[in-house]
């Protein structure tokens, strides 16, 4: 199994690069390098391409304090503003910063958010800026752009945006626009994937400092710690008043996106744009039989598995036996009910090029 290693990166304040209010000093200029990516996406879009000729004001959240990363986010910020842009760049210190940083750029009038860090950075990022529209559109926002700079960066990685950091940041400036749907677990929102299960706790249970040492090799060597001691666990899931599934399974995605877990394609049929969540179930089998079917679950193949239950519903929701942690965007969120829906139309994405699925 491919696996790819990424830089490490910690969570601290970089004193030297920041301002009194948080934000980055721009310095020297930089080549934006990398090569820019491709987007699948449905083929409509709503915005088309930004009007770089255009004078924006761009927020950009840093997850990562590493030195390496904000050398490059200066230099691209310099670059920026040498263009007439009004460039602003956040560096989080802990858990909700981004999703704070995200309302306060909205209500500052921003005309592009980039989200730089992790696909929970991603999802702080978005819950700030539907928290901050109230019920509005997506029209009422600011179109959400992705740097990747976290472990297992899987939307980005899907939308094959480019993974380093200048390169992104000037690829979501100047893209096209997409309005993507959105999906809710409970309060929370959620662009990309939420999983429960074997997934779930083996995401939930890979610490940190292996995630930052490892990259996504460390969801690899934390799944198969969990493969050793795999138990069914026992849910009802219905969606507008109909049984989907009530029984043993191993492992369940809800998919407004494709990739989860480092590279596991669970929901390759999803489309960001389509109105409905694509659901995944593996059901209650040996061992040996989860075995032979874990190489279908990592490329996408495992649709028509006897073992498997896929479906395209606009909610669902879940009820385990027991309290069980699931997670949104890589994120846990404990609970005895889960309720997903989608929401859709609500978000303009910032993405490179466009690829019909």
Not at 7 to 36: F, I, K
């Amino acid at each position: 199994m491919a696996v790819l290693l990424l830089p490490v990166y910690e969570n601290e304040r970089d004193q030297d690069s920041l301002t009194h209010d948080g934000t980055v000093r721009a310095v020297e200029r930089a080549p934006a390098g990398g090569a820019a990516g491709r987007a699948i996406l449905s083929p409509e879009y709503s915005g088309g391409r930004a009007d770089v000729s255009e004078r924006m004001h761009i927020e950009i959240i840093v997850h990562s304090a590493n030195a390496g990363a904000l050398e490059q986010l200066r230099s691209v910020v310099a670059l920026l503003r040498e263009r007439s842009h009004e460039v602003y760049g956040r560096v989080t210190f802990e858990r909700g910063d981004a999703e704070r940083f995200a309302s306060e750029a909205t209500e500052r009038g921003a005309d592009l958010v980039i989200a730089a860090g992790g696909d929970g950075t991603l999802n702080e990022v978005a819950n700030g800026l539907l928290a901050a529209a109230g019920g509005a559109g997506p029209d009422a926002l600011p179109r959400l752009g992705v740097a990747p700079l976290g472990t297992a960066n899987d939307l980005a990685a899907w939308l094959e945006m480019p993974l380093d950091p200048a390169a992104a940041v000037l690829a979501a400036v100047d893209a096209p626009t997409k309005v993507i749907d959105v999906a809710r677990i409970n309060e929370r929102y959620f662009v990309n994937v939420s999983s429960g299960g074997f997934g779930a706790e083996a995401t939930e249970e890979a610490p940190d400092r292996v995630k930052r040492a490892l990259g996504t090799l460390a969801y690899v060597v934390t799944g198969a710690r969990k493969f050793a001691s795999l138990q069914p666990s026992q849910a009802h899931f219905s969606s507008a008043g109909q049984v989907v599934h009530d029984g043993e399974f191993l492992l369940f995605a809800v998919g407004n996106g494709r990739r989860t877990g480092g590279g596991n394609w669970l929901t390759p049929r999803a489309d960001l744009s389509d109105g409905l969540l694509d659901f995944c179930l593996v059901r209650a089998i040996s061992h040996a039989e989860f075995l032979r079917l874990l190489p279908d679950l990592r490329s996408g193949a495992h649709i028509d598995s006897e073992h498997v239950l896929y479906r395209q519903l606009p909610e669902l929701t879940v009820r385990p036996a027991e309290e069980i942690s699931v997670n949104a965007d890589g994120e846990p969120i404990d609970a005895s009910e889960f309720v997903y829906a989608a929401i859709p139309s609500a978000l303009r994405l910032a993405a490179p090029v466009r690829l019909s699925t």
